[in-house]
């Protein structure tokens, strides 16, 4: 096991009886943890203000604009946990790739990686070495920002590397991802490469972040459901177990209760795939404390082939944010019946945050869930 510094909140204690935590340890504290994916941006006024004077990356790497944004969803909705406001691009622009986000499309690369030589030379030049050098505002920024949490939480956040990988083979957004499957098969060694050079990335990003005093992680796949499960389990699997192996092992040892023996207690990592429910045995199988399930598949039948074996996190449909409260409600009791299969639940929505939520609704889920 590899130890983290004794100043952060999982050694200190202030994060390790937290109900996320908890929860994500595969116990069921006494209160629903609840958090939102996205929570932190777009559907808040208080960061539209700060976006008014700042573009999307600078804001990323801005120690304090990246704090600020961080917790004003914590503030705000009374959550169990802040997640840590970035984007799955800033470590490969932090190591020195041309990206940017342009606004009504996403990601876009000035130049696509396509072929081997284009793959040796992004492992050449944006070399991990390199980004670690450059990730000095991202740990400050998580360091600002646990001081200011005590006891909540603060989860990780890095995107998996078929999600990069497709955007870096389209050279931005794309409705298929055609090329990029293309290139998994028509050159399987140049696909190999690229999923690892862009995994080693995300594993240094997610270690900055849990060096710095993150409590938890979570690794992002927003385009894995676009896979067929034999895919995902040969071609893509495989670099997601290599970027969640960077924070794999850190963690503490403590005693579980007065009396007892010490235990080594690990930093818990979450996998969460949109549109995956064809691939939960095989997110799994990438070695996670707790997995993510988007709306389109129940909690319970998750959970039963998964063999109530894992914690799980989810699945609000988004689209009953803008319900009338009682179908909220009764939807919101519905995902925490569903739930209680698993040995434990983290209520989440099933995506993230569309920009157009009304935050006083996010509010009451949270009030909702912590009355259950």
Not at 253 to 265: F, K, L, M, N, S
Request: hydrophobic share 45%.
């Amino acid at each position: 096991m590899r130890s983290l510094p004794a100043s952060h909140p999982l050694v200190d204690a202030r994060t390790s009886d937290a109900p996320l935590i908890r929860a994500l340890r595969g116990d069921r504290p006494e209160r629903q943890p609840v958090w939102f994916m996205r929570q932190a941006g777009r559907s808040l006024p208080e960061y539209r203000s700060i976006r008014a004077d700042h573009r999307m990356l600078d804001a990323c790497v801005n120690p304090e604009l990246a704090s600020e944004i961080t917790l004003q969803p914590v503030r705000r909705h009374g959550v169990d946990a802040a997640v840590f406001f970035s984007d799955i691009v800033v470590p490969m622009k932090l190591a020195g790739v041309d990206v940017d986000l342009v606004a009504g499309r996403g990601p876009v690369f000035a130049e696509p990686v396509r072929t081997a030589a284009d793959v040796a030379r992004c492992r050449a030049e944006f070399t991990a070495d390199r980004l670690r050098e450059a990730l000095e505002p991202v740990r400050e920024a998580v360091r600002l920002t646990v001081d200011e949490l005590g006891g909540t939480p603060l989860i990780g956040f890095a995107g998996a590397p078929f999600t990069l990988a497709a955007y870096l083979v389209e050279g931005g957004p794309s409705r298929d991802h055609l090329r990029a499957r293309t290139l998994m098969h028509s050159d399987p060694e140049t696909w190999r490469e690229l999923l690892a050079w862009v995994a080693d990335l995300s594993g240094v990003f997610l270690e900055a972040q849990v060096e710095a005093g993150a409590s938890a992680v979570q690794l992002f796949d927003s385009w894995a459901g676009s896979l067929s499960a034999a895919d995902y389990r040969a071609h893509v699997a495989p670099a997601s177990r290599r970027t969640l192996d960077a924070v794999r092992g850190f963690g503490t040892r403590r005693p579980v209760r007065e009396g007892q023996d010490a235990r080594d207690e690990t930093v818990p990592m979450i996998h969460f795939a949109v549109g995956s429910g064809h691939l939960l045995e095989e997110l799994a199988e990438v070695g996670v404390s707790a997995l993510g399930v988007d709306w389109r598949t129940p909690l319970d039948e998750a959970s039963r082939r998964l063999g109530d074996a894992l914690p799980l996190q989810g699945n609000l449909d988004p689209a009953y944010l803008g319900a009338p409260a009682e179908r909220l409600e009764a939807h919101l009791d519905d995902v925490l019946r569903r739930g209680s299969r698993a040995p434990a639940h983290v209520l989440n929505l099933g995506h993230g945050v569309p920009p157009e939520a009304d935050p006083a609704v996010l509010t009451r889920i949270v009030e909702l869930a912590h009355d259950r």
